[in-house]
């Protein structure tokens, strides 16, 4: 963790809660933590509690992601939600690329760059997943696969745009399997994917940019993976579920 950058845990529900259970966990969390000044706290529901946590959502610090949108404004695009109605929600972040939503959903990174740009026209930042499967990473693949999908997602952005923009990095095979990376493994994808931001746009945004790992983070490796100098925070499934390991997840000490 760098103290420029101020630590992001975020919370990807998935296709978990219903509309008492998201109120019930998100009174409960804000109760247990208190106001967080020194780090920031999304919580990532399904779109079907977004507008009930919205307004439940009081605490200093918290703030209201989706997991998906179209990259249209509007249109005829039965089923789909836009960047627009999620900004007028509330939102302040919508996740984009997450490795489910590649694989089980057909995105490829042409349709996360659509989304990306469309997220942060609407005045929201994205978070920007990416991540190699097993077999990339066995193949000695890891940056190659990594850095095409950054270049995928974010080519074309100014650096002005880049303001505020998230990156996850998820890497497929730690992700809701128990196996997380090491924090070394974790950090030297961090350090590439920074590089990575510096040749695209600049030293400012190489340094201000937040990359959050994302892979079965759990209250026992918090404190280790944040002691790394680029990961500043993370993006959390399943761990996020539950009120008491979210909250050992909000309260990590470096
Ligand atoms: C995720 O889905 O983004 C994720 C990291 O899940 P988990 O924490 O369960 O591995």
Redo the contacts with the bound molecule.
């Keep these: 963790m760098n103290p420029d950058r101020r630590p992001l845990i975020a919370a ?1 529900w ?1 296709m978990h809660k219903t509309l008492a259970e998201a109120i019930s966990f998100v009174e409960s969390i804000q109760r247990e933590t208190g106001p967080c000044s020194d780090r920031e706290v999304l919580i990532g529901p399904p779109f079907t509690a977004l507008k009930a946590i919205r307004d439940n959502l009081k605490q200093q610090g918290y703030s209201l992601g989706a997991q998906n949108c179209h990259w249209e404004e509007k249109g005829a695009y039965t089923g789909e939600i836009s960047p627009l109605m999620l900004k007028d929600l509330g939102c302040a972040y919508v ?1 984009v690329g ?3 939503r590649r694989q089980l959903f057909g995105e490829t990174d042409e349709t996360v760059r659509l989304k990306t740009a469309a997220v942060i026209k609407a005045g929201m930042a994205p978070v920007v ?1 990416v991540g190699e499967v097993l077999g990339e990473r066995e193949g000695g693949k890891t940056f190659e696969v990594v850095g095409r999908q950054v270049e995928g997602a974010l080519g074309g952005l100014s650096a002005e745009q880049m303001d505020g923009v998230v990156i ?1 990095y ?1 890497p497929v095979w ?4 128990g196996r997380t990376a090491t924090p070394g493994q974790a950090q030297e994808v961090h350090a590439y994917i920074r590089a990575r931001i510096s040749s695209l746009f600049n030293k400012a945004v190489e340094k201000n940019v937040r990359i959050l790992y ?5 209250p026992s490796n918090i404190d280790a993976l944040m002691a790394e100098p680029d990961i500043d925070g ?7 579920l539950e009120v008491g390991s979210f909250k050992s997840l909000v309260q990590f000490n470096v």
Aim: hydrophobic share 35%.
């Design positions: 990807n998935k996740i997450h490795s489910e997943c996850a998820e730690a992700i809701g399997t994302g892979g079965s983070v759990k993370a993006l959390v499934g399943g761990a996020s």
